[in-house]
């Protein structure tokens, strides 16, 4: 058969012309590229390399853009980008960039939406169901979510809601046997049990909140999904597809190491190691690795303590090694951060010292389990915020700038912000020392910092500032990561002749009174902090020094969803360079 | 039989030596005692007057308080307080208000959590016998849940990780075939195929998710019940008790009424007429009444508006006949919040009009899709928040203080705080009519007041502030509810001679900076807002003025879980009566 020429493929119309043999020579095609440019640039490897034969079915037989396509965190979307208008991000590099890693719908009337966060897809395309049923719609309504993403309790609620549709409404259960790691919950011995069983088992997951059910085992053979999604297109009630997929497929090394191809950065094609290799000293130390070495010494010391992810061990620093050194004593709930919040209390309930790691932008799942199960109801757990930070994940559906606002808020719960990874780590012995807190210890950045002169507390339960230095009519309050640049910021001061007090608030939930009060008679206190200003800690200083005279500035980001951002240029236009702060500081008391 | 003196049972143990006879007459006594209090005092009816059998029977059965027992909800507990020492509750008037009306662990060691959202019991008890293996216990762990909380994600996520203990962990499903109004999602039709089946058929929802399931079909039979704990006590492995049982059992009207009896005021016991009837024209205009007869015209005139809530009908004004007359506008999720969000912005998407409807305090379960899938993707859906406010709920698990804070600090999320009803409805008209923007609107307590002069706008996507009155030198902005209280203070203020101006913002999630800038020359600006001052509005002023010369000062409520508070006292606490705003206006400018 002759090539195919990628580049000729503009829109799913292109591909509805093929022959099977075409479409597979498509698939092949798709393949080799999407794993130059993986190879050469990282991203989401394994859930794309699974998708390509599902994802040119599913174009080959609906109608798309008419018939829509929700695809649940997206990050499996590659090949659906390639087929719909974006192929040279694929196979041109100085192009690789033009596309983000999830669905987008500024870039295609083919995106939906713009998702990262996982198990929302069901719920939304019911929605979008409803509104077809309302104006009399023909076309077809199909969610696409991977079995990792079924244990998120929001997936649950889109499929109960979804099957009361009574009309066409498809759910493809992308099934490749794992999550991000290997999956925990008991739906998967259910998706275990129909696998083995050809789909003809009982009982039925699907079946039971009341779907038809379809099940294809060979999901990356295109004549059966053909067939397959030819035989649901146009029903008229809700039906899930169960197509049992490969991760990874086509890249050996990612087939055989499924969690360390979940998402990579570049690696050789043929041994799959990674480029541009440093010794393992040249690697800069990172909160993830040091809060797993941490936790495995806590554990040790105390086998009360466990550790609990929802689905995320990597971003713990749980690699497979140490969780099956943890053993028992590290938990995985699944993607259901609801659950790991109440698991960890039960768990502390009954005597343990849970502690939960979270990526700063996935914790937002779980307030109200925050709120009530854990605050309000005065449960000693502890959770740790990863990029929770302008310099962690910049994609807009990832942003770390929102966990202060979101957790200092609540009531009981102490939000502590260390500097550095001295004060990271006596944070954390602390809190897994004491039964009586609910506290939250936010990593600063990614990038481990060390302050061997940092002042450490034997107890963090009340607020009390640090005063690293004692100037005078200017204080400089530096939260967590911030605190470097404010040192900085002192420093540059120093040099210009003014001597400013620098300040470490050390906990972002409760102010320390005593402290601010001496600052009433400053003439500037600026506080900065990694995360929005609205509804921040710098906010909360303002307030409470709104009666004094003392002006206040509070530095951190604006309250926007901010996409694919330079780090550089965000902290800049946010005046939060050392040299700027320095000038802030220099044009205010010049006033 | 003798008849049994309630007052003697003062633990568990009294009832563990009773007859069966004994304990039939225990019920009775007990549904005649409720029935007595409820009637006189209002509370939660029908799922109290459901569940006596099957909480006598698992006390009878397990050895509480070293078996524990998780009540979902916990609005069931009353039986369960009557049998753990706190029967004077019940029996003596005097003593009604001794408890609270959920479980609560300062009142009693057979409480384990203070609860009062739905659906988070099963994962919380899953923790508990988790740390229970941890450390070789043998208790039992129970987790109690309705049907109508299944629906919410939550007990999902807890279902998953709960079925992979591989340990005694025993999962009660109280089906009253229920929720508050009747169950919405593809599960309750399984349910109701076990219940038609004796527990038989497939597919069954829980064998699916890798439970061992019983069903008990008369759930209000206290020999079936003891019989089938007995058989399930000491059990190693997770297990679902399905028992079916019958919602207001024993008072006919709330048999024959399940969704009026859910939760009532004071009745007549014969007749189930309220006590204390007033006329029609007596009983004060609120704004879920308003709300509903709002919606049904915005629905009439547009058929593309529809209005959802997740199970709480009757908060959003919606009885049955308003549910019949808006027909498919009407849509209700079940106990689902994350889907109600979620399928609103796939009808939004999808070009209609969603109104949800929300509880303040029921919100917060839902924050990752107000931010993600809203707020965001920019979907232009309208959040209605009942009873957020000081003045509202004040049990502990339901306080309506923290939507401001958790709310307004979304991106691209506009939260508008009416001041009386006029504005209320000018701002829904508004929202339903544009179609870029998610908004926020927040009724203005329950009760409605009208303000005939209050100033309307044609848009309200834009920051505007209503400076009402012109002052000079001090300023009050009152959010929403507390406009009207900062106008009296106003009042008071300028029959001594005091001008001050008067500001209601309207929009509490962008600043109005020219208004503001009008204040920078001010000597003193005092915001009031019907929340927690952390991360409020009131804190974004202090914020913005903080390098101006003007003194800021917020008024609101502490961040704080407090619980059954006069809301008098707490009014006077938080310096929020017109006399105080006042006399701090005056002893401020004196200074």
Known sequence: MEEINLSEIKSPADIRKMSLPELTQLAAEMRSTLLEKLSAHGGHIGPNLGMIEAVIALHYVFDTPEDKIIFDVSHQTYPHKMLTGRMQAFTDPAHYDDVTGYTNPSESEYDLYSLGHTSSAVALAAGLAKARDFKGGKENVIAVIGDG???????????????????????VVNDNQMSIAENHGGIYADLRLLRNTNGTAEPNLFRAMGYAYRYVNYGNDLKNLIEMFRSVKDINYPVVVHINTMKGMGLPVAEANKEEFHYNGPFDLKTGAPLHEESPKDEPEDYSDLFAKGMLRRMKENDKVVTITAATPGVLGFDKARRKEAGKQFIDVGI?????????????????????????????????????????????????????????????????????????????????????????????????KQDKLAVVVRTPGSVAVSNSEVKLLNDYSTPEYDVVRKGENVALIGAGLMFGIMTQAADLLAQKGVNVTLINPRNLSTLDAKTLDDLKAYSLVITAEDGIIDGGYGQKVASYLGEAPVKVLNLGLPKKFLNRYSYSELQKACGLTPEQIGQTVLSTIDK
Not at 149 to 171: K, M, P, Q, R
Not at 369 to 392: C, E, H, P, R, W
Not at 415 to 423: D, F, G, M, N, R
């Open 149 to 171: 993403s079924l244990s998120g309790g929001v997936a649950f609620e889109g499929l109960d809601y979804g099957a009361t549709l009574g009309s066409n409404f498809i759910v």
């Open 336 to 432: 259901a951060e609801q659950s790991a919040v109440d698991v960890a209390s039960g768990l502390a309930k009954g005597g343990l010292r849970p502690v939960v790691g979270f990526v700063s932008s996935f914790l937002q799942r779980a307030y109200d389990q925050f709120s009530q199960d854990i605050a309000l109801n005065k449960q000693a757990a502890t959770f740790v915020v990863f990029y929770g930070s302008m310099f962690g994940m910049n994609d807009e559906t990832h942003l770390g700038f929102f966990d202060i606002a979101l957790l200092s808020n609540i009531p009981n719960l102490l939000y502590l912000a260390p500097t550095c990874k001295e004060e990271f780590e006596a944070m954390l012995d602390w809190s897994v």
